[in-house]
């Protein structure tokens, strides 16, 4: 019977300290892990707008989130034009050609309004909330993926 208690004890206490070496392995990266906030919480957690400054970007916000969604829309479209026309052929057809073209020009558009929107709200802000701004809008654009 002690030998039997010995090889569950041992058991316990392995699984213990397994549990305990995840737990600590995962908070150790957790602390590693440089998150980034995204521009939104800077704007509207950090910076510390008047109210006439979260007014306006509101208005901002809300221009933008409109032309946001019928461009992804239009590139929505132009995919689903994209299969049509691989489906026809499967092969880099004119067809297919003309829908990636399509796909390309919404996607340029989204990205020149999304810049347009980003000055329009730093237009908004003082100088001292610029820097922090600034910060932001660069390190979301050269990050590395997700």
Known sequence: MTLL???ILTLVLSAIAAAIGVWGGVRY?????HHTPSL???LHQKLHL???QQRRVEVLE???AAKRQALEAEMRAANAELAQAYQEGHAYTPKVQ???D????AMDALQKETMLHVIAMRSVLTPGQT???DDTVVKSLTAEGP
Do not use: E, L, M, S
């Open 50 to 52: 008047t109210p006439d």
């Open 62 to 64: 809300r221009d933008h």
């Open 40 to 42: 939104h919480d800077v």
């Open 102 to 105: 399509r796909f390309h020009r």
């Open 98 to 100: 003309a829908a990636i």
């Open 29 to 33: 990266v957790q602390a590693r892990i």
């Open 5 to 7: 208690r010995g090889i």
């Open 131 to 133: 820097a922090p701004f």
